[in-house]
């Protein structure tokens, strides 16, 4: 197990190596920040100044040099607009993403499962059909659209839930997280459902087609033969059987979620790291989209493992090849 | 029954006094990057510094200069400026403002950090200050300085005693003494140390979910009408509409135009009003030597500096038709780079008239008889509508045989391409910080470095020496009439030189509840202390 574990952050580092190099000199590549930062009455020695001030007029090797010597004491930088470091820029926007992206994995499993096992005990039921045919529309829809739409049925026709932004927070360990008072709970439901509609969608799947499986083996007709209740088979010896994959998928889906809710963020003016990274893009704040690129790896890395860890946990047979090879 | 018990708690909040109709709600388009009024000079932050940091001269909804901190100025010659400050005036802690809280300003404004646009812009014509009396300051100039008023109204000014000003605290031209240790951008994210003398106070500021400001009840001014404004950033246009009928926020910046019926139809009201800012097309006119204007097939020479070739591109265009079909009536076509009444315009020039019969003619004239291949740069996310509308330009020119196709990009690559001259043609706009003429002639169509601030943003390289010399006389012309009428000329030569198109002047639309009011600036800025109860 430890030579699994070191192995993987070996691979980690030179992901994180590789990523640090390719983000740094594409973002170079898209345009000057000075050019969108200057007041446009601002003269040639101004800008110059400015770029001076921002450290933009080394050239790139340079630039790059110092920013990994910095990365590598701790400091990814300064963001450009703010003037403050770029990585308690992203710290101080992530547990709204963190609490957006965990209660939309919550509705996506307490929606997900349950149809999807349904759908796969009585596959030829009218309800069934209906929750396919359902899952086929989360698929599809737009992510912004469903986003759109539920303000407008939500917010702007009934008034029952606010139209964006975040809740009021109270304090947890030090965190300020919204999750606790139903006011800002408020908030977080249309946000997380829109988020949660996709993943939804994709653990219906997941379960019917396990459960249509499981169903057919072995195990489940000799439970059934024991006399075992139905109940029992499905929580205990069905459930149990069709995890693996959907753990998988919603281990990489939750990578994702947090990393690039940009959509959703942007259209329920979310203030989470995604809507940071987007409005940073626009300003050409390259400290914040650097750094928040960096993160975002260290975060699918850090999550990759924790997938494989579970995996262990949950099939025996992994468990048993890792510790051969 | 949630719906009843909030409808208990409204007629409750009823019998108790208004208490929720003295909070105002604010669903802007971009939020101010710091509350710091001298770390960036950018349209979000310099609203949002009016509400707390006044300056020595304010501006009106047109622009025009308006006794702030300052009761009154005037220039005793032509290089020396005396403002009386207005007696009384309290900072928010308490304390007096005097001249010395102007003098730390002016030093301080050099001395930001990592400041990305910073307000020497405005401060770097002072030559010297003085101060006779705590009330009274004298500001010397290098030459004749007629635009000193209106720079004084850019930059906000800070509580010297707050951040530790030293009793010697004197102006110096190439470095101030006794200012202390000036403060950290980020120290006026908290709510004591932000400490201006303006109608509002920082009550909180969480970036990117609100910031909330609260009444100045020492205010010298008129009081403002709420209690407590409260700023939500919603930089996507459709949810912030959304907002707005859902009744979170009760007014909203720049809706978009598609959306307007449908505010109206919900019970909102939209205003609108000129702004100013030009929409304009630049042309590459660079005489350089080995200089191939790029985008430009089908011909050897670069076609853009024949006059005839320009007037005919600019009579192609109809520009009441972009008006009409494309900004849905939310613009007004232009023929100068400033709309009327603004300081420095003609009433008498009127846009360039749609004849592309004529068009025809003068590009056959000019040796072109088949046209040109051309790309037209443009942003696309920039300026309302910016694509769709470089989209019917070019199929404008495309009918007088300049066949032209649209090169579109998001703003930040855009500027940078164009300031590397990467068009031959481009669409871009701009802004009169000043709100009068000088400044779009300077920055637009003056040649680069004739002198100081001149074809800044002259990327069209366009050179007229009569346009040079006009402008650099108005800015050193004190007398305002003279002044002006040394602008409209230099504006007219360069129109009918066609050194540049203009395309239509933008409008700003705010949208609000039926109970509010608000009178449109030419700025663009939303300042909450102006929103006034409907009556």
Known sequence: MLAYLIRRVGQALLVIAAMATIVFVSIYAVGNPVDILANPNADAKEMAEISARLGLDKPLWEQFGLFVWNALHGDLGRSFVFNEPALKLIIQRMPATLELAFVALIMSIFIGIPLGVWAGLKPDAWSSRTIMSGSILGFSLPNFWIGLMLILLFAVQLKWLPSGGRGPTTSLFGIQVSFLTWEGLRYLLLPAFTLALYKAALVVRLSRSGTREAVLQDYVRFARAKGLSPTRIVLVHVLKNIMIPIVTILGLELGSMIAFAVVTETVFAYPGMGKLLIDSIGRLDRPVIVAYLMMVVVIFVVINLIVDLLYAALDPRVRLQESEG | ?535
């Open chain 2, 1 to 535: 029954m949630y719906k009843r018990s909030a409808l208990a708690v409204a007629l409750l909040a009823g019998t108790m006094g208004v208490a929720t109709a003295q909070d105002l709600k604010v669903g802007v388009a971009s939020e101010a990057t710091s509350v710091d009024p001298h770390f960036h000079n950018v349209g979000q932050n310099n609203a949002l510094r009016r509400h707390i940091f006044e300056s020595l001269v304010s501006a009106d909804e047109s622009q025009k200069p308006q006794p702030g901190l300052a009761a009154s100025w005037r220039n005793v010659d032509d290089t020396t400026w005396e403002f009386k400050l207005r007696p009384g005036v309290k900072f928010s802690n308490g304390k007096d403002f005097t001249v010395r809280d102007v003098i730390y300003s002016v030093c301080r404004i050099p001395l930001v950090e990592n400041s990305p646009s910073n307000f020497t812009i405005a401060t770097k014509g002072i030559e010297d200050i003085q101060t006779p009396d705590p009330q009274t300051l004298i500001i010397k100039t290098k030459g004749p300085y007629p635009l000193l008023p209106i720079e004084m109204s850019v930059f906000g000014i800070i509580s010297a005693d707050a951040f530790g000003a030293g009793p010697d605290l004197k102006f110096g031209k190439s470095g101030c003494t006794g200012v202390g240790t000036p403060p950290k951008s980020a120290d006026f994210n908290d709510p004591t140390k932000a400490i201006g003398t303006g109608p509002y106070k920082l009550k909180e500021y969480t970036r990117g979910t609100q910031l909330v400001l609260e009444r100045n009840d020492t205010y010298w001014g008129n009081k403002p009408a709420w209690k407590t404004v409260t700023f939500r950033p919603i930089t996507s246009a459709g949810p912030r509409v959304a907002a707005l009928l859902a009744g979170d926020v009760d007014m909203i910046e720049n809706p978009p135009i598609q959306d307007f019926d449908q505010i109206k139809k919900a019970g909102f009201n939209v205003v609108q009003g000129l702004s100013n800012r030009i929409i304009y097309i630049h042309l590459d006119q660079f005489k350089g030597a080995d200089w191939k204007t790029p985008g430009v097939k089908g011909t050897d020479k670069n076609p853009f500096l024949d006059k005839r070739v320009r007037e005919a591109m600019s009579k192609a265009i109809n520009r009441d038709a972009i008006v009409e079909r494309i900004m849905g009536g939310v613009a007004v076509p232009a023929g100068e780079l400033l709309p009327v009444p603004l300081f420095g315009t003609s009433p008498d020039r009127k846009p360039d008239r749609y004849d592309p019969e004529a068009a025809k003619k003068l590009l056959a004239e000019a040796g072109y008889p088949n046209g040109f291949e051309l790309v037209l740069g443009s942003p696309n996310d920039r300026y309302i509508n910016d694509e769709k509308v470089a989209q019917a330009v070019a199929q404008m020119l495309t009918r007088i045989g300049i066949k032209t196709t649209v090169d579109s990009m998001t703003a930040s690559t855009f500027f940078s391409r164009r300031n590397k001259y990467d068009f031959s043609a481009y669409l871009a706009g701009w802004g009169a910080d000043t709100g009068e003429m000088s400044n779009s002639l300077a920055a637009l169509v003056t040649t680069q470095n004739y002198a100081p601030g001149f074809g800044n943003t002259n990327r069209g390289r366009y050179s007229n020496q009569k346009v040079d010399e006009l402008t650099a006389k108005a800015l050193g012309t004190i007398d305002d009439k003279a002044r002006e009428k040394l602008l409209q000329e230099a504006s007219k030569e360069a129109m009918q030189d066609y050194g540049i198109i203009p395309l239509h002047f933008e409008v700003t639309p705010w949208a609000f509840k039926k109970t509010l009011t608000y009178q449109p600036r030419v700025d663009q800025y939303t300042l909450a202390f102006q929103v006034q109860p409907a009556k």
